[in-house]
């Protein structure tokens, strides 16, 4: 079993910057894939960023590259995600997950995923 512990959500205004965190355990961490997803009430759990494996392919939704950055720290146990320019659109609550494999065509869907964390929200205001 992995357990996924987010950190970092919060308010800020349209243009700021946030950081969150994911703090894994119970499984070699640098084996493990891991994405950043979020969701709205009535949508959804929508794909964001994933990091596969340490070295491995990084992957982004069109509507945040070049805005947000999805890195890892094998040392910490941690995958990041930094988020610049934001928009009052990502606001939502944000998920991480892990997985022990999912394949490059399917980084993007969250059925892909074995594990989650429990969400830290996000309100960007305007």
């Known amino acids: 079993q992995v357990q996924l512990v987010e950190s970092g959500g919060g308010l800020v205004q349209a243009g700021g910057s946030l950081r969150l965190s994911c703090a894994a355990s119970?499984?070699?961490?640098?084996?493990?894939?891991m994405g950043w997803f979020r969701q709205t009430p009535g949508k959804e759990r929508e794909f964001v960023a994933a990091n596969k494996w340490s070295g491995g392919s990084i992957y982004y939704a069109d509507s945040v590259k070049s805005r947000f950055t999805v890195s890892r720290d094998n040392a910490k146990n941690t995958v990041y995600l930094q988020m610049n320019s934001l928009k009052p659109e990502d606001t939502a609550v944000y998920y991480c997950?892990?997985?022990?494999?999912?394949?490059?065509?399917?980084?993007?869907?969250?059925?892909?995923?074995?594990?989650w964390g429990q969400g830290t929200q996000v309100t960007v205001s305007s």
């Open positions: 997950a892990a997985a022990d494999y999912v394949s490059n065509s399917r980084v993007r869907v969250p059925d892909e995923y074995d594990y």
């Open positions: 119970g499984r070699t961490f640098s084996s493990l894939a």
